[in-house]
């Protein structure tokens, strides 16, 4: 069974302290792996795609890897603005649903 | 980047009359459409896939009557809640596939807020 699970739920950094979200995946060929930024009330905004294995999306302080089982998602020197819900999603080789995971909310105290 | 924009940002009805959300593509063409519901602090239910021209697949749990998806183009979307009752009320968010070049990528409208009373 397809699946996308997120880790930590939450996470509360200090302004400055890095750290990475975990997504776990099992999917019947990876088609693509996105992350996506949530704020309250709002929709999500696209942040990476990634595809294969070793690949890595670098954005301001955000860097995003690929294995062949798990994505993480690196905050280099966070700063409150960056204080958002991280989702990630999976599409398999077949069809055309994305599976997302349940997010991390992340807080960065200034 | 891609934009998909979504109307009404916010909406407030009666309890038993009906509300339409509509969900544009602006710069791509959108074969696959989405409808997700979100509670609060919960994260995205998908309600229905949508492709154009054909009849919407309902996820397990949604009442298809109720929910009415409509996909008659390959640049909107609408989402009409039937019958609407306060228990209904969240957040709706669209999200459509851009999958006319290698990328594949599915972008999200801003969501629309509604309150039935």
């Known amino acids: 069974e397809d699946q996308v699970t997120q880790s930590p739920e939450a996470l509360r950094l200090q302004e400055g302290e890095s750290s990475s979200l975990n997504c776990s995946y099992t999917?019947?060929?990876?088609?693509?792996l996105f992350w996506y930024r949530q704020d309250p009330g709002k929709g999500p905004e696209f942040l990476f795609t990634?595809?294969?294995a070793g690949e890595e999306k670098e954005k301001e302080r955000l860097k995003a890897t690929l294995t062949k089982k798990e994505s993480f998602l690196h905050i280099t020197a966070p700063k409150p603005e960056d204080s958002a819900t991280y989702l990630c999603?999976?599409?398999?080789?077949?069809?055309?649903?994305?599976?997302f995971g349940t997010g991390t909310s992340l807080t960065v105290i200034p | 980047g891609a934009v998909v924009s979504q109307h009404p940002s916010w909406v407030i009805c009666k309890s038993g009359t009906s509300v339409k959300i509509e969900c544009r593509s602006l710069?791509?063409?959108?074969?696959?459409m989405f409808w997700y519901r979100q509670f609060p602090k919960q994260s995205l239910m998908l309600m229905a896939t949508?492709?154009?021209?054909?009849?919407?697949?309902?996820e397990q749990g949604v009442e298809k009557d109720k929910f009415l998806i409509n996909h008659a183009s390959l640049t909107l979307s609408t989402l009409t809640v039937t019958s609407a009752h306060p228990e209904d009320s969240s957040f709706y968010i669209c999200?459509?596939?851009?999958?006319?070049?290698?990328?594949?990528?599915?972008?999200f409208g801003e969501g629309s807020w509604l309150t039935v009373v």
């Open positions: 990634l595809y294969s």
């Open positions: 999603a999976v599409q398999a080789r077949t069809g055309n649903q994305f599976y």
């Open positions: 999917v019947s060929g990876l088609r693509g």
């Open positions: 999200s459509a596939r851009d999958g006319t070049g290698l990328l594949n990528t599915i972008y």
């Open positions: 949508s492709n154009e021209g054909s009849k919407a697949t309902y």
């Open positions: 710069d791509f063409q959108a074969t696959t």
